[in-house]
């Protein structure tokens, strides 16, 4: 909703009364209507839950009203299309956000990012309604009666990136003194890829992706980087269907380094991965030709492995407009055990543990839309810095999402999300939490086949 507003300046034909009268008019409706202000904030990270100074806020939330609530977001993975309802606002890149509405009373006002969900039923007065942070902070559990969600993701979990520590750390889950996880609540459940699992895993990644119904009931699965422990299972080409039609119908898959053949075997044709400078046993890349999509099957000796060298990119950036106006206006932990504390610079940070490159992107066609155009889908760079001295000098992308045919996307990032022991949140770990809500937004053109 949007209140009315006065036109300012001369205007052929008017005089000073039908001026007065717009004026008037004008100051009437202002002392008539109610708005709603307030600042977004990331699950846990809200002020008083964090030191202060390194709250996190969320940009690009969905702030709408409305007199009735909202239908529930489905349990498991589903296509959500973008559609304007002219309803709502966008918070901005410091999580603020202003709704003006056209009358006061009682509303239930949403606030939405990704599969993160608050409604809150309030009573709006005349002029400003300020909400506090208990009213505008993301939730961190599953309570639908409160009005709260949370998506429902899977983690297999593996035996070098903790990224469930970054999970953990946004009250998804729970962490220890030394900001290491400790154990699931909610709606996070673990899958054994090689490490530890904390005792409480619910079976294998083999056994997740072996089985297209258990798949479903995810609307993310995260595989970071890990030992080579369910390897065989990407050579099977039901589970690798699997994988396809999951993120068809709007699963979001989000893989990192030395896992990346779960996304490069899956979706060979966006990413290329650069070769290793050490013998690895295997190529690094999975070709674009190692699937062919008239038989929706794959040449599985064309399979890379993602193992690529270790090396410390000093010179990340954010890439992406909307990431780096987000996290350049943070403070938090910039070393690597979270010891040097100040602003972060979303042009020049260190991203720490990659462990493979990108060699280059590639366009693809995903499918044809209703009006039978052609969907291209272009890989998104969010992330970008050098350090690997197979790559040369020149910086690379770092983190890619791309979307592949049907609704979802896939995240790839080369790096280790969560490094090393430590309170807080690295820039790296804080482009998880960004991306972990911004893959979960609406498609705004899949594919109709």
Not at 6 to 33: E, F, K, N, Y
Not at 235 to 242: A, G, P, V, Y
Not at 302 to 328: H, I, K, M
Request: proline letters at 6%; charged letters at 20%; hydrophobic letters at 40%.
């Amino acid at each position: 909703m949007v209140a009315a507003t006065a036109a300012c300046g001369p205007a052929s034909g008017r005089s000073d009364d039908d001026d007065d009268q717009q004026l008037d008019a004008s100051i009437d409706v202002a002392m008539t209507t109610a708005s709603v202000t307030g600042t977004v904030w990331a699950p846990r990270m809200a002020p008083g839950l964090v030191p202060s100074g390194q709250e996190i806020p969320i940009a690009g939330a969905l702030v709408s009203v409305a007199r009735a609530r909202p239908t529930p977001i489905p349990a498991g993975v589903f296509c959500e299309r973008c559609l304007d309802t002219g309803t709502g606002v966008l918070s901005n890149a410091d999580g603020n956000f202003e709704l003006v509405l056209i009358e006061p009373g009682t509303y239930w006002v949403v606030i939405q990012k990704g599969q993160f969900r608050l409604e809150r039923e309030v009573t709006l007065g005349i002029g400003a309604n300020p909400l506090p942070a208990a009213v505008t902070t993301l939730p961190s559990d599953l309570d639908l009666a409160a009005g709260d969600t949370i998506p429902h993701i899977a983690v297999a979990v593996g035996n070098y990136d903790s990224i469930e520590d970054v999970i953990g750390k946004m009250g998804l889950g729970q962490v220890g003194p030394d900001g290491d996880f400790t154990s699931t609540r909610g709606e996070i459940d673990l899958y054994s890829n090689g490490g530890a699992d904390l005792g409480v895993a619910l079976g294998t990644l083999t056994q997740l992706v072996s089985d297209l119904d258990r798949l479903r009931q995810y609307h993310i699965v995260l595989i970071p980087c890990s030992a080579r422990a369910n390897v065989a299972a990407l050579r099977d080409q039901q589970n690798l269907r699997n994988l396809r039609q999951y993120v068809a119908e709007g699963g979001k898959l989000y893989v990192t380094d030395w896992s990346g053949e779960w996304m490069d075997n899956v979706f060979p044709a966006q990413v290329e991965l650069g070769a290793a400078t050490v013998a690895s046993g295997a190529t690094t890349d999975t070709p674009a030709s190692a699937y062919d999509p008239a038989t929706d099957t794959w040449d599985t000796a064309l399979f890379g492995d993602a193992d690529g060298d270790v090396y410390v990119s000093r010179d990340a950036e954010a890439t992406d407009p909307e990431l780096r106006a987000w996290l350049a206006n943070q403070v938090g932990p910039r070393g690597e055990f979270g010891g040097d504390i100040g602003p972060i610079d979303a042009d020049h940070f260190t991203a720490y543990d990659n462990w493979n490159w990108i060699a280059s992107l590639s366009s693809v066609v995903v499918g044809v839309d209703e009006r039978g155009a052609d969907v291209l889908d272009t890989p998104r760079v969010w992330v970008s810095g050098s350090g690997s001295t197979s790559a040369g000098t020149s910086k690379r992308p770092l983190t890619v999402t791309f979307n592949p045919p049907g609704c979802g996307r896939v995240l790839f990032s080369t790096y280790h999300t969560a490094p090393g022991s430590h309170v807080g949140l690295l820039p790296q770990e804080r482009v998880l939490l960004y991306l972990l809500l911004e893959i979960g937004v609406c498609n705004d053109n899949p594919p109709v086949q």
